[in-house]
């Protein structure tokens, strides 16, 4: 079907922020930096997932795993608790699946330019593409005695549920199992959802951790494990794919709403398609050239594109030598139809650098495709020695980049497609676009020129802690060697004011230049003063700050100005601490019994609460009291009654209420 300019136009999507998690990047710069620079970011399996040791054996033997090797994320302990506003008891119950997701999503969010705040309502919908649920499974291992009401949590179906409720996003909350093709469906779904005006705003996301043997080693018996731990994409020693953990999330909205609201476009998604393979493939496992080829007819059918168009497809890529020989097949007979002779699609795949994220996989495609895009590059693809002799490369359109490639899209923009299966015989593809080149910025961009005006620039954050790191990365940013030294003071000020949340504890400064900026936030005394460098500022610049730092509301909009507009700042440092079953936190045993109990459920610093405070202000509702009776019984053999903890208000009440069943129990 033909469409026009226009009606493609309506049906695109946005993408306006990312982020991720992958092996060896903790973000979508460290990301594409690892891929420009080839590295293989897979490793041994740590003893904290399992023995790999007692497990490897190279003969497939029953109850072994066939490799030593896979992708791993770090830190997945690493939870910044009380910004989410979750206890210490609830973090260590909770799957590392949503911790990583939530401080993901919010990396996402502030990418796009967006405020949770202003979001908290809306119709944002959540689409999360999730295959595994490890942890909840290794809790349940331990036996039926140690089985929590604080499980309830980890179902898989909470994963997106935890999202809209934490932002109280009110549009549709989803999570989609589709096996490896889960995440690519999720973006699918998050398009209909945009087109369809259900959801003015949508995050779409994949995550997956491993933290238990079971699919390795039954994998290892079908024999689609990599015995190396190595993803070989169109090599002859191909043999099955790496695992790897993954977490990625991108925002996505109407490309004309965006365009409109002055967002950041760092890509558009002009079409999509999923299709399952029927029995086309024979068998229900077996992959279908036919499956394939009709799911990128129509996904290119939606987005008006002809395939003889595109310049590079991010595949699915696995490794696994009939996956990948049907992928080249299907990619081949779509891509080269009208294709003129000698131009040649480029294909990687982002799973020879990390590995395969399962059903973060996809995502993973998706967020190294927007950085192709945006960078006009597309990075080698690792582990190629030997084509395979079961593709017919003389024949197909096709060529696997081995080392850093431009994108040449001969006069327009360029065009991808990522490619995404399923072991559900789930298949899905995008097709993305280079967004239109932004305006060149203000004429005061240079870093050592002073503009006209003063500007202020605010920052703000959940904790004094996180305000100091965030000043240190501030300061990094607008230096001579910082991203920021790329735009104009104005617009950066800009963005800090009218595109991040503001938190409690807050820092406001006043400078006419990125170097004067600099200076006022390396040094703390410029925290609680007005001018920078010991000049005096315009009088209304020094009036906001002070005004900002009070707390008192101010109209940002008015103040910067309607040609504004929004460029990327730094993230929030987290404050992160480790929270994982069995290890005692320092804070935990710290003091007396009820100290240790209250400290372990609120949901903020113990030390904001007196003993007049409610125990529902420190967030001990009534799944809390559950987990401190069961507490209480099961490590020091109290014999407590609901109803007698239900009674209690305040903390003072519950410190005297266990002082008595102490003395009682003595």
């Keep these: 079907m033909k469409r026009s300019t226009a009606d493609v136009e309506a049906r695109s999507v946005a993408v306006i922020g990312m982020a991720c998690r992958f092996p060896g990047a903790s973000g979508p710069d460290q990301l594409w930096q690892l891929l420009c620079d080839g590295v293989d970011a897979t490793s041994e399996t740590p003893q904290d997932r399992y023995d790999?040791?007692?497990?490897?054996?190279?003969?497939?033997?029953?109850?072994?795993?066939?490799?030593?090797?896979?992708?791993?994320v770090d830190g997945v302990a690493e939870f910044d608790a009380e910004f989410f506003g979750l206890s210490t008891a609830e973090a260590v119950e909770l799957d590392p699946q949503q911790r990583l997701l939530l401080m993901t999503s919010w990396e996402a969010l502030e990418d796009a330019g967006q405020c949770p705040e202003a979001l908290a309502g809306s119709r944002t919908g959540v689409f999360v593409g999730n295959a595994r649920a490890d942890y909840l499974e290794g809790q349940f291992r331990k036996g039926l005695e140690s089985v929590s009401p604080g499980y309830y949590h980890n179902f898989r179906s909470m994963i997106p549920a935890r999202?809209?409720?934490?932002?109280?996003?009110?549009?549709?909350?989803?999570?989609?199992?589709?096996?490896?093709?889960?995440?690519?469906?999720?973006?699918?779904s998050a398009v209909q959802s945009l087109r369809a005006g259900e959801s003015p705003l949508a995050l779409a996301a994949g995550v997956s951790l491993a933290f238990r043997p079971d699919e390795g080693v039954m994998m290892?018996?079908?024999?689609?494990?990599?015995?190396?731990?190595?993803?070989?994409?169109?090599?002859?020693?191909?043999d099955g794919f790496a695992p790897s953990d993954g977490v990625g999330v991108v925002v996505l909205k109407r490309l004309s709403d965006a365009i409109a609201d002055g967002d950041r476009i760092r890509a558009v998604i002009q079409g999509s398609a999923v299709s399952n393979d029927g029995r086309s493939g024979g068998s229900l496992l077996n992959p279908s050239v036919a499956g394939q080829t009709e799911v990128l007819r129509w996904a290119y059918e939606d987005a008006a594109v002809t395939p003889a168009e595109v310049d590079f497809?991010?595949?699915h890529g696995s490794g696994s030598p009939n996956l990948d020989q049907a992928e080249f097949h299907a990619l081949g007979e779509v891509l080269g139809e009208g294709r003129p002779a000698g131009d040649r699609a480029l294909v990687g795949s982002i799973k020879t650098n990390i590995g395969h994220a399962e059903a973060a996989g996809g995502m993973a495609g998706l967020i190294k495709t927007v950085l192709c895009l945006e960078h006009?590059?597309?990075?080698?693809?690792?582990?190629?020695?030997?084509?395979?002799?079961?593709?017919?490369?003389?024949?197909?359109?096709?060529?696997?980049?081995?080392?850093?490639?431009?994108?040449?899209?001969?006069?327009?923009?360029a065009v991808a497609g990522v490619n995404g299966q399923g072991a559900s015989c789930l298949n899905a593809h995008l097709v993305v676009?280079?967004?239109?080149?932004?305006?060149?910025?203000?004429?005061?961009?240079?870093?050592?020129?002073?503009?006209?005006?003063?500007?202020?620039?605010?920052?703000?954050?959940?904790?004094?802690?996180?305000?100091?790191?965030?000043?240190?990365?501030?300061?990094?940013?607008?230096?001579?060697d910082g991203a920021g030294s790329a735009y104009s003071l104005r617009d950066i000020c800009?963005?800090?004011?009218?595109?991040?949340?503001?938190?409690?504890?807050?820092?406001?400064?006043?400078?006419?230049?990125?170097q004067e900026m600099v200076a006022a936030l390396g040094d703390p005394r410029w925290a609680a003063t007005l001018s920078p460098l010991g000049d005096e500022p315009a009088a209304l610049p020094a009036a906001l700050a002070e005004r900002y730092r009070q707390g008192h509301p101010v109209d940002w909009g008015a103040v910067f100005g309607p040609d504004s507009r929004y460029v990327p700042l730094p993230g929030y440092p987290w404050q992160t601490r480790r929270y994982w079953p069995g290890e005692r936190t320092d804070e935990a045993s710290d003091g007396d019994l009820a100290t240790a109990v209250l400290r372990e459920h609120a949901r903020s610093s113990y030390s904001d609460y007196s003993d007049s405070s409610l125990l529902s202000e420190m967030g001990i509702d009534s799944l809390a009291r559950l987990q401190i009776i069961l507490k209480l019984a099961g490590e020091h053999g109290y014999d407590v009654e609901?109803?007698?903890?239900?009674?209690?208000?305040?903390?003072?009440?519950?410190?005297?209420?266990?002082?008595?069943?102490?003395a009682q129990a003595a």
Excluded at 166 to 172: I, L, M, S
């Design 642 to 662: 609901a109803e007698e903890l239900a009674e209690l208000r305040t903390v003072g009440e519950f410190r005297k209420w266990l002082h008595v069943l102490e």
């Design 52 to 72: 790999v040791d007692a497990l490897y054996a190279t003969d497939a033997a029953p109850g072994t795993i066939g490799s030593r090797r896979a992708g791993y």
């Design 494 to 514: 800009f963005s800090a004011a009218t595109r991040r949340q503001h938190h409690p504890y807050r820092m406001a400064v006043v400078a006419t230049s990125h």
């Design 220 to 238: 290892t018996q079908a024999g689609t494990i990599a015995g190396d731990g190595r993803s070989k994409f169109g090599d002859a020693n191909a």
């Design 433 to 480: 676009r280079q967004a239109e080149p932004r305006p060149a910025d203000h004429a005061e961009t240079r870093w050592y020129g002073p503009s006209a005006e003063a500007y202020v620039l605010v920052l703000s954050a959940r904790s004094p802690e996180a305000l100091d790191e965030l000043a240190r990365s501030y300061a990094a940013y607008l230096g001579p």
């Design 163 to 188: 999202l809209s409720y934490v932002f109280d996003f009110r549009g549709p909350s989803v999570l989609v199992d589709t096996a490896c093709s889960s995440s690519l469906v999720a973006v699918h």
């Design 376 to 413: 006009g590059q597309v990075p080698p693809s690792l582990n190629l020695t030997e084509p395979s002799p079961s593709v017919p490369w003389e024949r197909l359109p096709l060529t696997i980049p081995l080392s850093l490639q431009p994108l040449r899209p001969h006069g327009r923009h």
């Design 313 to 315: 497809v991010e595949a």
